[in-house]
């Protein structure tokens, strides 16, 4: 959609103030609120909206033009367009597109927001289940709350303090936390002493 044809289109709506310009000229400005960008800028059209964005965070930013993969319209959102609008599109489109980003919504086509929601959920790691300890490493941790030493842990299990050290660094590990009394924390606000012997 030119820039013409956008004029044209608009030309009727009263509460629309329309001024053609380039990226350089609403970069020097501080009367745009909302900008149509073309993307006959070719690739580099996410740049310009980054620029943009970098230069005017209060200015949003629709992106229209020819049938876009859904790649470049992810690239321009995740530049900081706030809606996509097809050149093909009919009028009434282009203007409510224009009224709900003006009014701080955004107008992304569906399937585009679920890709975008999806990458984004992906990034994020399901929140940490603490790791089920044996019976045996609950009673070391039990011992080493109590401030017990690995020689006094071994004797009271009966077992070495080399298998005693190696519980206690299965338990730093698994439980990741860096060293005994940090064990000996994190035992005691997660609950894993359980109720004795």
Known sequence: MRAVGVQSVLASERDMDVHTGTVESVLHSRH?????????RGPSFSSAILALKTARPDIRIIVTGPGRHDEDILRAVAAGAKGYVAAEA???ILKKAIREVHAGSVWIPRR???TFIERATARVSPPRRTPKISPRER?????LVAGCSNREIAHDLGITERTVKAHVAHLLRILDVPNRT????HAISKSL???GR
């Open 32 to 40: 745009e609120e909302l900008v149509l960008m073309t993307t006959d």
């Open 90 to 92: 009919p009028p009434d």
């Open 112 to 114: 585009v927001v679920a």
């Open 139 to 143: 009673e070391v941790v039990r011992l």
């Open 182 to 185: 940090a064990l000996s924390v």
């Open 193 to 195: 002493l359980g109720s």
